[in-house]
T-cell receptor, first 116, second 113 residues
């Protein structure tokens, strides 16, 4: 079974600085999707960024980028120029490609605090 | 695009009572998912539908849980004879058949006393 591990229960960053959240996963599949979701306090979960495993290029969305290391099964999220609104729980998630289970498998999350 | 909506947002019930939650997905989305999230944990998959067909169920979904999506639009999740361990946030998500991103609703927070 696929598993997702987020080894940092909590992280903090100063406003305008850069922070990296770690995620590792375990799978025997060669093709899959990886996601980072953000869940602000008492608000709904929203997608931050998505990576297809067959793509070697790391995904980027504005201030958010990933470092995808397929051989190491590592998928870290870098947040540049951190803003107060980035404070939230961040969840790493795995999903098989079509033909396999469509469920998302989540890690336990990392709580990010942004200090002014 | 109005997003995924869930009702009610909060539910308090007594142990042994039945509860039902509703999820309205994004209108053109064929796939609908239910997850459960307990405090300090990531969401755990419960079940999913493609149109009206329930295609996958987790072992977490005991006999007390049932989900339906009768017309391939909204879905309901019913918990019978609730237990204190059922207290959690119940999340609904939807996605388009050909896309990979699941969009989440705000969730229904259940507290069983």
């Amino acid at each position: 079974a696929q598993t997702v591990t987020q080894s940092q229960p909590e992280m903090s960053v100063q406003e305008a600085e850069t922070v990296t959240l770690s995620c590792t996963y375990d799978t025997s599949e060669s093709d899959y999707y990886l996601f980072w979701y953000k869940q602000p306090p008492s608000r709904q979960m929203i997608l931050v960024i998505r990576q297809e495993a067959y793509k070697q290029q790391n995904a980027t969305e504005n201030r958010f980028s990933v470092n995808f290391q397929k051989a190491a099964k590592s998928f870290s999220l870098k947040i540049s120029d951190s803003q107060l609104g980035d404070a939230a729980m961040y969840f790493c998630a795995y999903r098989a490609t079509q033909g396999g289970s469509e469920k998302l498998v989540f890690g336990k999350g990392t709580k990010l605090t942004v200090n002014p | 695009d109005t997003g995924v909506s869930q009702n009610p947002r909060h539910k308090i019930t007594k142990r042994g009572q039945n509860v039902t939650f509703r999820c309205d997905p994004i209108s053109e989305h064929n796939r609908l998912y239910w997850y459960r999230q307990t405090l300090g944990q990531g969401p755990e998959f419960l079940t999913y539908f493609q149109n009206e067909a329930q295609l996958e169920k987790s072992r977490l979904l005991s006999d007390r849980f049932s989900a339906e999506r009768p017309k391939g639009s909204f879905s309901t999740l019913e918990i019978q004879r609730t237990e204190q361990g059922d207290s959690a946030m119940y999340l609904c998500a939807s996605s388009h058949t050909l896309a990979e991103t699941q969009y989440f609703g705000p969730g229904t927070r259940l507290l069983v006393l």
